[in-house]
């Protein structure tokens, strides 16, 4: 597991953990973040019932002020999936 994931993993749990004691705070649910992979999957997990945020080169640092977003809306739910810093390969061919 890579520092940077280890790092946002961390902090996603802290902004979580600072909602107030009542669960009814967090709207139940699946929230997945990602980059252009989950894009691409997106129809799949909407259709598992996940609600996506996903958008093309989407980079890790983008996703710490997504989160505050959500949650000061009121917005983030219950389970967070993140998935970022897909690269691409520079050498497709080998």
Do not use: C, N, W, Y
Request: charged share 25%.
């Amino acid at each position: 597991m890579s520092k940077a994931f280890r790092v946002l993993a961390i902090l996603v749990v802290f902004l979580v953990s600072g909602v107030p004691s009542s669960e009814a705070a967090i709207p139940p649910g699946r929230l997945a973040i990602g980059d252009s992979v989950m894009l691409a999957a997106k129809e799949e997990l909407t259709a598992r019932g996940f609600r996506v945020s996903a958008s093309i080169s989407r980079q890790f640092r983008d996703s710490v002020p997504l989160v505050r977003r959500l949650k000061e809306a009121g917005k983030l739910r219950r389970t967070v999936v993140i998935h970022l810093g897909t690269q691409r390969d520079p050498d497709p061919g080998g």
